[in-house]
């Protein structure tokens, strides 16, 4: 007979670290493990350590009636093993798929959406130009150099600004081509 102890300390631990892991990164967007290694589905890891827990206690009371067969007892106990090191492999690769660069965010969104964005950073692109003449236009007619210098410093903090929002812009354009194309 296995040592339920060992494998209800090891699972006391799983349970606050999967318990911290859920309240950081939230409900994943599918289901964490496969329907064959855990039947609950679940797209958190607390309630796949519950399961196991409950396989353990069921393991627990069979044995305690000694209605426990030993051919069942592997199984279960394989099984055990089985989600204990998965959900150790999870909480082992948090932190690498935290670092991961978030591919494909766009196709995720509404393409209703993606257009709100792209009108959004148009409007954007459009007063910053205007502003950016407006200051060229007063710089044309300055007559201190301390005017001049605070225009000039203007000018090109917008002109930044002008850069990083059609930069953008492009951006979107691209992702919105990119799903149409798709589909």
Avoid at 27 to 34: G, I, N, S, T
Avoid at 45 to 61: D, G, H, K, M, Q
Avoid at 153 to 164: F, P, Q, S, V
């Amino acid at each position: 007979m296995p040592d339920l102890k060992r494998l209800e300390d090891i699972l006391e631990q799983l349970a606050q670290d999967a318990a911290q892991i859920d309240r950081k990164r939230g409900e994943a967007q599918r289901p964490l493990f496969d329907e064959q290694l855990f039947f609950c589905r679940s797209k958190l890891l607390t309630p796949c350590v519950t399961e196991v827990r409950s396989e353990i206690t069921a393991l627990r009371n069979e044995r305690k009636t000694g209605k426990l067969l030993a051919s069942r007892t592997q199984h279960i106990c394989e099984k055990v093993v089985a989600q204990i090191q998965a959900i150790q492999r999870e909480l082992a690769t948090v932190q690498v798929r935290k670092n991961e660069p978030k591919r494909n965010r766009g196709w995720r969104r509404p393409i209703h959406e993606m257009y709100q964005d792209l009108a959004q950073h148009q409007d954007w692109e459009r007063r910053l130009a205007a502003m950016q003449r407006d200051k060229e236009m007063l710089l044309s007619r300055c007559t201190t150099i301390t005017d001049q210098q605070k225009l000039q410093k203007e000018i090109l903090a917008l002109e930044g600004r002008l850069t990083r929002c059609r930069t953008a812009l492009a951006k979107i354009e691209k992702d919105i081509s990119l799903r149409e194309r798709k589909g």
